[in-house]
């Protein structure tokens, strides 16, 4: 069983937005830093914004700093990324990870034991 799954991927011209939301099913993960991956083709799994078990505190990639905003309900176990101002090179594969460790911020991929699928991002010129 998988037990982050995002949805919300799609194609969406430059300049546009998307809200990616990733649900946690069979656990909480309400105690534990949460973060968004993404993985361009060819290219190896990249940080992108993470956030603490509180959502107090976010940290996030300089290429998408000011454009991307991570949040997290625990009451939903659900985290969002608000993606605005997409450019084509934000066009990746975009993945939700979760560890049960309330350590904060966590930028590796190695961090994080839990991962969803993936859901597909394409933005066009």
């Known amino acids: 069983q998988v037990p982050l799954v995002e949805s919300g991927g799609g194609l969406v011209q430059a300049g546009g937005s998307l809200r990616l939301t990733c649900a946690a099913s069979?656990?909480?993960?309400?105690?534990?830093?949460m973060a968004w991956f993404r993985q361009a083709p060819g290219k190896e799994r990249e940080f992108v914004a993470t956030?603490?078990?509180?959502?107090?505190?976010?940290y996030y990639a300089h290429s998408v700093e000011g454009r991307f905003t991570i949040s997290r309900d625990n009451a939903k176990n659900t985290i969002y990324l608000q993606m605005n101002s997409l450019k084509p090179e934000d066009t990746a594969i975009y993945f939700c990870?979760?560890?049960?460790?309330?350590?904060?911020?966590?930028?590796?991929?190695?961090?994080?034991?839990?991962w969803g699928q993936g859901t597909q991002v394409t933005v066009s010129s």
């Open positions: 990870a979760a560890t049960g460790s309330g350590i904060w911020p966590l930028l590796s991929v190695g961090n994080y034991g839990y």
């Open positions: 069979g656990r909480t993960f309400s105690t534990g830093t």
């Open positions: 956030i603490d078990w509180r959502g107090s505190n976010t």
